[in-house]
């Protein structure tokens, strides 16, 4: 049987469908999921500050283990009541889903770099995870963005990577940072990059279907 050619025009419009569907779903368990672990990366932010003001407390990097230990439960919870075999995922969906997955495996394994080395006295190790949430996790945002055509995400990854590498040269330089400056940037990138667009996105979608109505 021959199959059906598809011109360019029903093509974009397939594409366009994909976009659509999958800003839709950003408005649904998904995109909570997303908020959960950005305010988690918040709070936590302002735990290390609060701890740091208290001196000799060499276990203060423990406190990044709050972001995974609690995230982790209320992700998996979400995941499993959204992924109810109801929806049908488009390759934009999967897109996404992958590039996320990669940012999980990678945190994985910087989360073991960051409990091994302070092992042996290198205490400031745990520096990696804040580069990890805004040069990487900053980067893949940015490309989410790109992938369903959302200029917030864009703006606010490309925010989060430039925060990074300007943390990175000054260190590179041997120019003093306060841990408490570089934590309100790091709280910083993950409003702009997660909360705001959020925010946005949803009140558009909530505009476009009151309209529908």
Known sequence: M??????PEEGMQVIT???????QRMSMPNLRISIIWATLAIVTGFIVIALNKVENLPWVSLAWFAIPGVG???HINLANKFDNGKVVKTTIDNINEGIWKALGYIAIGVTVICCLM???GYSKTWMLMVFYDLVVVGFATAIQGIVIKQKYYIAGGGFSVIWGFAIVALIICDIPV?????????IQAF???FIVPAAIIRNKLNSRQK???
């Open 2 to 7: 021959e199959e059906k050619k598809i011109t």
């Open 118 to 120: 302070p092992l042996d």
């Open 72 to 74: 982790l439960p209320m």
């Open 191 to 193: 409003l702009v990059m």
């Open 178 to 186: 306060s841990i408490d400056y570089i934590m309100v940037f790091y």
């Open 17 to 23: 469908q994909m976009i659509e569907a999958s800003k």
């Open 211 to 213: 309209c529908k109505n």
